[in-house]
């Protein structure tokens, strides 16, 4: 059976940098930080008082009204946001669509979380005295795949409909099973990516129990420095991207613009720990050589890693082995970089942002930095002669990008994006 091929035809963003692709895009070429202190919850008396949040969102921008939208979670609101968005710019809407032929599968780590703190807070402090009164709406806004099935009632899509949960690696796996069902023949049209909300008090306060997350909060921004000696852990972020996945053929037949090719996916898995990567990064090896098996590319067609790179002391050190272990020589003329320095981890949504970056590199040309790396701050573990694009974007021809992500459980899923 001959394999169909994939194209991106459609963005849409929610993020800590703008809360469209365009206003997301240039604050990453310029290196910006969406570090501030958290305003979602009191946090003075947590150990980390500050995240990457979504700012200035308001769902009817997006043709959510007030009254559905106390219907939706944020991380629901952002995901129909960011789809939404997707789906206008790819422009396929016509009476000539088949919406039985169009899917939606999206990433998400967590799902209602901000939803189910407020039901289970709410019964505990009148459940005694009023007896159990639940919001109606309690289960439909905290389950994770029902911002999946929103997309779908919107636009009457009635292809495969489902989200995946891989902790970190969600949104890539949703990426990747999104292919695969167009490219065998499944569907023509998958609106795919990955959301999350989860800076909350139970969100905040789990990860820091876990001693995971930076506790700069003299200085935010500064804060998620990816492959820095001075690292202390990485930074929250939320909000959604959405990407239009669509067959070749399909798109061309209607005059679609095509960002990129998806020229292929790969997954593997640590088996070592349930948090920490593997310290000799074999399942960050494994995954990136399935993906380039999936391709069928070679290591020296890759110009650009956007790299997991949380700023954790472990994930960054095990993520350089296994670029180098895959890439040989050849690694030292990559560009690497690790966005998350300035958007945040997105835990469930951070492969879709990253693909997205990806997608964008290659059209652009040009990719973004790493921040926050100082002189004097190196890792003695840490190879410096590969180019972190530490500080300032860097132009360059960008014929292939590779998105890494890795998540809690050993979850690895890699995505590579190609001109076409």
């Not at 959510?64 to 939706?72: C, M, V, Y």
């Not at 495969?160 to 690696?169: L, R």
């Not at 972020?237 to 960002?259: D, N, Q």
Request: overall charge negative; proline content about 3%; glycine content about 10%.
């Amino acid at each position: 059976m001959e394999l169909k091929r994939v194209v991106v035809t459609g963005l849409g963003a929610v993020t800590p940098l703008g809360n469209s692709v365009g206003e997301t895009w240039q604050n990453l070429l310029v290196g910006k930080s969406g570090a501030a202190p958290i305003t979602h919850f009191d946090a003075s008396k947590f150990k980390t008082q500050f995240a990457c949040e979504v700012k200035g969102f308001k769902a009817e921008d997006f043709g959510i009204d007030r009254k559905e939208a106390r219907k939706l979670d944020p991380y629901c609101q952002y995901a129909l946001a960011a789809a939404t968005m997707a789906v206008e710019d790819s422009g396929m809407i016509s009476d000539s669509l088949n919406r039985n032929r169009v899917g939606v599968v999206f990433g998400v780590g967590i799902g209602g979380m901000t939803t189910y703190e407020e039901e289970v807070s709410n019964y505990a402090r009148t459940g005694e005295t009023l007896g159990p009164k639940f919001n109606p709406f309690f289960v439909p806004k905290m389950i994770s795949d029902i911002c999946a099935g929103h997309v779908s009632i919107k636009y009457g899509f009635h292809g495969p409909n489902y989200i995946t949960s891989s902790a970190c690696a969600s949104s890539t796996n949703a990426l990747a099973d999104a292919f695969n069902l167009i490219r065998l023949g499944k569907a023509d049209v998958i609106v795919s990516g990955g959301a999350e909300a989860a800076i909350t008090c139970a969100g905040v306060g789990g990860f820091c129990s876990m001693h995971a997350l930076s506790t700069r909060n003299d200085d935010p921004e500064g804060a998620s420095r990816p492959f820095s000696a001075s690292r202390d852990g990485f930074v929250m972020g939320e909000g959604a991207v959405s990407l239009v996945l669509e067959e070749l053929e399909h798109a061309k037949a209607r005059g679609a613009k095509i960002y990129a090719e998806m020229a292929g996916a790969g997954m593997s898995a640590d088996a070592h720990h349930i948090t920490a990567s593997h310290p000799e990064g074999l399942g960050a090896k494994l995954v990136m050589l399935n993906a380039l098996e999936d391709a069928e590319m070679k290591p020296e067609d890759i110009d650009y890693i956007n790299v997991h790179g949380t700023s954790t002391h472990v994930g960054d050190i095990s993520e350089v082995k296994a670029i180098k272990e895959v890439f040989g020589d050849y690694a030292y003329s990559l560009n690497i970089s690790s966005t998350k320095s300035m958007t945040g981890h997105l835990l469930g949504a951070a492969g879709a942002i990253e693909a997205m970056v990806s997608v964008l590199s290659v059209q652009n040309d040009i990719v973004p930095p790493t921040i926050n790396h100082e002189a004097g701050d190196e890792d003695e573990e840490i190879d410096y002669k590969l180019n972190f694009t530490f500080g300032q974007a860097q132009k360059r021809t960008v014929r292939a990008a590779l998105s890494n992500t890795f998540g809690f459980g050993g979850h690895n899923a890699c995505a590579i994006f190609k001109k076409y």
